[in-house]
């Protein structure tokens, strides 16, 4: 490896490969090697590396306009505003740089609108095992175990229940509950599914309570379960829901939606140097036109379901467990083996595979990702798979 690496702080354990150039499904190293990539900057680059139409976006939106700073309108932020606005039913919009940021503005939405509206309540009733952020209040709205002890003091007002239990989350709620926070989909912990039963009740509770539904779908929104939204699969609508990753297809955009009942923020309380930048919006208008047509749709669902299938029948075939996950956003359960392991042997093969937990694989392809593509990744996993 030729790159001095000296200087990059170490928060994660990286492989020491470092990669230069991306194409679609495809990854390029600096030794020259390719990879197959079925991570996609965990499941970021919606329309896989490097897209004609996010460069062209860039190219022509950089030449015109960057940033005007936030504290005037610009022509792009109105347009993505208005196009997630009317595609989520949800009526106002602020666009933020993480998905851990949008969280962040959400929690302090559901307690100003608390504060407001529900007698000063501020708790907010989160799932074991979910995932949030990085943040100080999006770790503590966080069901990870190993986070408890971290960077304390925690930021209070998070009550945990276990993920599709009802009755849970009914005896959780107290006077000082505003609100119930959740991903239609875990993803960080292995890609377990709320059911559309469960996100069912949880609507039709937090109506009858009075509180607010947050819907998290940073990694399960812009396409990414075959609909434009996660919760258009259980026929809801959240009163404050939060995009990120997809979003900019591979650039730093998120947003916090909220419906123009709660959305209550006053001039101060939210805002943030990048935020709405003309150059995000428009990779962020750009990616909502391809993403939300419905053949597109339609073709995540059709890739989605053919390699749920496929692994499914690898799965049974070497004796693991069960696939999880909606389109595609899909794992797989490891019977007796070392997910981490298997994620680094596949690196080693070529192919980019995720394993969020010791004995679960993650599969985020491009959502244009090809049968091709897809044939050639289970091939190399079942070689690897079959040598671990
Ligand atoms: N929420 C969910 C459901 C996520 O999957 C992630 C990231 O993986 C986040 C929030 C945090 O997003 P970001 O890493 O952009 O801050």
């Not at 005037?72 to 933020?96: H, I, K, T």
């Not at 939204?229 to 297809?249: M, Q, R, V």
């Amino acid at each position: 490896m030729s790159t001095d690496l000296g200087a990059i702080m170490k928060v994660a354990d990286r492989p020491p490969v470092v990669m230069v150039e991306g194409h679609g499904s495809w990854l390029e190293d600096e030794e020259g090697k390719t990879y197959l990539d079925f991570v996609q900057g965990w499941a970021v680059n919606c329309l896989g590396h490097c897209p004609s139409v996010i460069v062209e976006t860039i190219t022509f939106q950089a030449s015109r306009l960057i940033n005007c700073s936030p504290a005037y309108y610009n022509a792009e932020m109105a347009r993505l505003a208005r196009l997630l606005a009317d595609a989520s039913g949800l009526g106002q919009v602020f666009f933020c740089n993480s998905g851990a940021e949008a969280n962040e503005g959400a929690i302090k939405l559901a307690r100003k609108w608390g504060a407001r509206h529900h007698g000063g309540a501020f708790h907010i009733i989160t799932m074991d095992h979910g995932f949030h952020g990085r943040t100080l209040a999006t770790m503590a709205a966080s069901g990870k175990a190993a986070w408890e002890t971290l960077f304390e003091p925690k930021v209070s007002g998070f009550t945990k229940v276990p993920l599709g239990d009802l009755d849970a989350v009914k005896r959780a709620i107290t006077p000082q509950t505003v609100a119930v926070m959740l991903e239609p989909i875990q993803g960080e912990a292995g890609v377990y599914p709320a059911s559309d039963d469960f996100l069912r009740g949880l609507r039709a509770l937090t109506q009858d309570e009075g509180l607010l539904l947050i819907l998290d779908e940073i990694q399960t929104g812009i396409g990414r379960t075959g609909r434009l939204f996660g919760f258009e699969h259980a026929g809801i609508e959240p009163d404050i829901l939060t995009l990120g990753k997809g979003l900019g297809g591979g650039i730093p955009l998120a947003a916090l939606l909220a419906s123009d009942a709660v959305s209550c923020f006053e001039y101060g309380d939210q805002g943030g140097t990048f935020n709405g930048s003309a150059l995000m919006a428009a990779i962020g208008a750009a990616v909502i036109e391809i993403v939300a047509r419905p053949e597109f749709l339609a073709g995540v669902t059709a890739s989605g379901d053919y390699l749920a299938q496929r692994l499914r029948e690898l799965s049974t075939a070497l004796g693991h467990g069960e696939i999880r996950g909606r389109g595609l956003l899909l794992a797989l359960q490891l019977k007796g083996l070392d997910a981490a392991k298997v994620a680094r042997i596949a690196l080693d093969r070529g192919l980019l595979i995720n394993a969020p937990r010791p004995d679960t694989l993650r599969f985020m392809p491009a959502l244009d990702v090809t049968r091709n593509e897809i044939d050639q990744m289970l091939e190399l996993l079942e070689g690897v798979l079959r040598e671990t």
